[in-house]
């Protein structure tokens, strides 16, 4: 373990895995760290991080960054990949030991990564899309923004197989790779439906070709050796509702829409 991440609710340390002479920062988020929801059942957030990085595997999403299940130095947990900047780059990690600064810090790597903002309405980029708007602290004018981008279409129709309930602009980032990642998929594969996303502004759009052809993937992963693993991971419920989720989304092959009067955004939105 080499430091704590800034601004998350479990406990989430920064650590290094080494295999002979190879290195990578990763991202151990142990069981005993979580803090308990009323909705979620306990100790269950670590093996849904590994679902959905399963998932997005299994079926060729690319959304979320290599994930498995370790004993750490705080017992078992999630061991996630790093694919943002190295740490010492930036504002995400207090060394051991050392106390957070209030207000230091928005999370993991850059928030939104450059995709996801909040700007004044008259100050919308070209093509981008308003998810909602509303005021800020000193009580301006904000709209709550993403950008038309294919990372984000299929980021968002992953979201909604594994019913994420937790999709903050602070949960994206853009790894070395220029590509857009997906992090923090504790809360997610609940049997109820529960997605709350930013990234609303595709709500209703027909789905490409690409999509549809990820969402047949993942029904015949889901269908096949995938599932046997996932049934360790998340409940029969929990699993057959997943399958549901994507039979139903091959249906429609819509993005779906917001509850009317439910709560759709995750809060705070990074």
Same mark, same amino acid.
């Given at each position: ?45 670590? +093996?849904?991080?590994?679902? $959905? %990085?399963?998932?997005?595997? !299994? ?8 994930? =498995? /299940? &370790? ?79 294919? +990372?984000?279409?299929?980021? $968002? %129709?992953?979201?909604?197989? !594994? ?8 949960? =994206? /980032? &853009? ?96």
């Amino acid at each position: 373990m080499t430091g704590r991440v800034l601004g998350a609710s479990n406990t989430t340390l920064l650590a290094r895995v080494t295999s002979g002479e190879r290195s990578l920062a990763c991202v151990y988020k142990p069981v005993a760290g979580e803090a308990p929801l009323w909705d979620f059942p306990d100790g269950t957030l670590a +093996g849904r991080e590994v679902a $959905a %990085a399963l998932v997005s595997e !299994a079926a060729g999403w690319g959304v979320v960054p290599p994930t =498995v /299940l &370790r004993e750490g130095e705080f017992g078992l947990g999630s061991v996630q990949a790093w694919v943002g900047p190295p740490p010492d780059d930036g504002p995400y990690v207090d060394p051991p030991g050392t106390r957070r600064r209030a207000g230091a810090g928005r999370g993991l790597g850059e928030p939104g990564a450059g995709v996801i903002d909040v700007v004044a309405p008259s100050r919308v980029p070209d093509g981008w899309l308003t998810v909602v708007q509303g005021e800020g602290y000193r009580g301006e004018a904000v709209s709550l923004v993403h950008a038309d981008d294919p +990372g984000l279409v299929r980021m $968002a %129709a992953f979201d909604a197989v !594994a019913n994420n309930a937790d999709r903050k602009g602070g949960h =994206v /980032l &853009r790894g070395l790779d220029d590509r857009i990642y997906g992090v923090d998929h504790g809360l997610t594969f609940h049997d109820d439906p529960k997605l709350r996303t930013v990234l609303w502004g595709f709500a209703g759009r027909s789905f490409d070709d690409e999509v549809v052809v990820l969402l047949e993937r993942t029904a015949a992963a889901l269908d096949g050796d995938l599932a046997d693993v996932l049934s360790t991971l998340l409940t029969d419920d929990e699993l057959l509702a997943a399958q549901l989720r994507v039979e139903r989304l091959l249906e429609r092959r819509r993005f779906p829409k917001p509850p009317p009067g439910g709560r759709a955004l995750p809060w705070p939105p990074f």
